[in-house]
């Protein structure tokens, strides 16, 4: 598959190179839009308005609706004022509102001058709702049909206004714009008889959402419901839009890797890694980078305020990173699972004490596990194998309690601080491994030195 | 949300624990089939049966669908042949073939008894599919056109077959079983007159995968060009089913869930967190934890090995969490962007030199920042504030350029190892965080050392 890709770009490029635009062009329009981004991405910049003129009309805005944004700024640059408008007019307006959103001012007030007055209304409506919520990911294109028309007046409707909207197959039957219910294009072809009216068929209580619920929620309920669109409704319950499922799911890919990027304990960032500069990737790395050094001075302070046990038992400090690695590990698994169940709706803050409890058992089972390997293999490698004497019994029980309470600490806070996260409304995510990690690590430490006190008393 | 749903759960127990069949059943009928499967989750066991017979057939079934397969299993052991043979006439192939995949033997044997004969073939004929590739995720429900029909014939068949279709808003135009091109029920209806014939409006070319394609790449495409269907065709390029796109977000869902279990050290699990047995955790859990538990052992012996050093400069022991927690934080920070970006195909392997030199910009970048600033906090807390004095410049030196090397090692190794792992076709995810820091803790370690004989004549 990819290799076939590379091959073409390679033909397709060649064939720019020496001007044979009339096989070009037959190529392109046996191709998919995404496909065609993806080509055009790789060309060399100033190539780009040369080729896309080759595309015909309906083609080029839905390869142009599929490019990232700087080379749809590269491209608008280029544009007559008549280019953009034919552009524009094959746009959906939830695609032109998202460029729009992308876009420097001065190409925005290009594009506003140049859309016509209903889709520089919508484009301007969509624009004032916050960013990320249905409102400002919503089309204003959708089909409404009232509820005394027939089957047949509603097919009708729909053949006669379907080609500007981005999707057909959900009608929504309203009365002074309220949401009365929704007619699948499937009911209205399989009703027994053209003369029925809408509203004996539609679905009554729909689900919908208002302009300001969250991207995310949006994101969850398509995927919940297997919806195709979803209904946006204003404060007073009128409606004003649908979201498309392709936004959706291009939603939920995008708050998916946000939720990865906080995990790794990263800034999350809208742009792919290959289009983000070195200085952006350092912005977005460095702040966490930064706090979690600063923080592992108190896993320093631990260490220097026990030195003298060190000193007494050197020993001990060969086993620090085991013990450190171990509780950090178990925490991320505790931690990556349930944030994912909390973002995937699986869990709710009042299932806390299931959570603590199933950890519990769990982090004992491992724990014990655990315990009685690392007893054996540090008797067996290090001791008996490497014949370091410093390896008592006495220390290798204290390395290996110390790893059980360790195991059983972090699975516990690696489940608790997400689902605390929750209740305070943040991301849970923001508390993945990296900050756990720092939080095990203090915990391990002063356990183990706690324990060497006690039973070695160093 | 949460809260009215928790109330509509504890109003409709109550109802079951009075009998109130009639309002129970009028209140259910008002609910979608995700909702009520969420409530059923809840409910005692043996009640389960009772409130299930309520529902009408058809939300009965959608309802069945949508439960986990351990409820579906109850039900179906406590259903008559005649119960069974009615949930099974109404649901979709693909999710009767889904449900025979996940039961036991003898309820699958039971299944293909009370199946009509033609769901019956179709399930055998899913179920042979490789687990994971499209033809077990596949339903053979789809509406076929021949090239020769017009819109108007085209618009008859699908009023006349489409109740059985799970979507009949693409049609798939075939000759002898090949697949020639699709069209849409949009574009039927809007043609512009229903004596052109469907070969006219027809896109040739379609979008198509095999049976043994795998399941994330099936997922994949749906993402890409916004799929709502994907014709799927066996080796011979004859069409046998279509993967429908509630299926492929639901697969697009779960490869996540496994990139991130995967991410967190845990072996990829098919059951949800709250439904997974203490056992199940553990047993998904233990294996990485041992694991990374032994090889950690490597970083016991080179701080053994190191140990006059150790002993020599005790000062030095205090850093250590600090500079294996941050070579880690590094490493898991390039792992993880990179893990993402390959399983959205924004990379490729042959990217492998474009990525490892933007990691060593970034790394630098952060590195020698991240060194600055370490220098002086050390300097000032360490040194001035908590007035140790073993903590001398050189020390600080050996610290902090041990830092910058760390970071840059951790960046490099954290991108090129899950880009090797795609190389050699294993799963990246694999490569991710904990993995990485075993080898970035020893490689940390390593240098740590080398720095401190070389600088500190240790």
Known sequence: MTERFELMKKTLSQMLEERKYATLRDILETMYPADIAAVFADLPAQRLPVIFRLLPKELAAETFAEMESDLQELLIQGFSD????????????????????????????RILQQADPE?????????????????????????????????????LRIRRQGIDKETIYTCYVTRDRTLLGLVTVKDLLLAEDDDVSVSEIMSTNPIFVTTH????????????????ALPVVDREQRMVGIVTFDDA??????????????????????????????????????????????????????????????AAQVALTAFIPMLMGTGGNSGSQSSVTVIRALSLNELRFSD?????????????LCGVVLAIFCFGKIWLVDRLL????????????????????????????????????????????????????????????????????????V
């Open 386 to 457: 490497l014949g370091n004497d410093q390896v008592t019994l006495m220390v290798d029980a204290v390395v290996c309690l110390a790893l059980l309470v360790t195991v059983i600490a972090a699975k516990l806070v690696g489940a608790a601080l997400p689902m605390a996260a929750k209740a305070a409304k943040l991301d849970p995510a923001v508390m993945a491994s990296p900050f756990i990690t720092t939080v095990v690590d203090a915990l391990s430490l002063l356990v183990y030195f706690l324990f060497a006190k006690l039973l070695l008393k």
């Open 213 to 228: 619920t969250d991207q995310e929620e949006v994101g969850r309920m398509f995927t919940k419901y297997n919806l195709l």
């Open 82 to 109: 008549n280019e953009l408008k034919e552009v524009l007019q094959e746009l959906y307006v939830d695609d032109a509102a998202a460029l729009a959103e992308e876009m420097p001012a001065n190409v925005v007030r």
């Open 352 to 364: 806390l004490p299931r959570v603590l409890w199933k950890e519990m058992r769990t982090s004992v």
């Open 249 to 310: 799911m291009d939603v939920i890919e995008e708050e998916t890797t946000e939720d990865m990027e906080l995990m790794g304990g990263m800034l999350p960032s809208e742009k792919t890694y290959l289009k983000s500069s070195t200085w952006e990737l350092f912005r977005h790395r460095i702040p966490w980078l930064m706090l979690l050094m600063l923080s592992a001075t108190f896993t320093g302070l631990i260490i220097t305020s026990f030195e003298e046990a060190l």
């Open 119 to 155: 889709m520089r209304r919508s484009i301007n409506q969509i624009l004032r709702y916050p960013e990320n919520s249905a409102g400002s990911m919503m089309t204003t294109e959708y089909v409404s049909l009232k509820p005394d028309m027939t089957v047949g007046e509603s097919i």
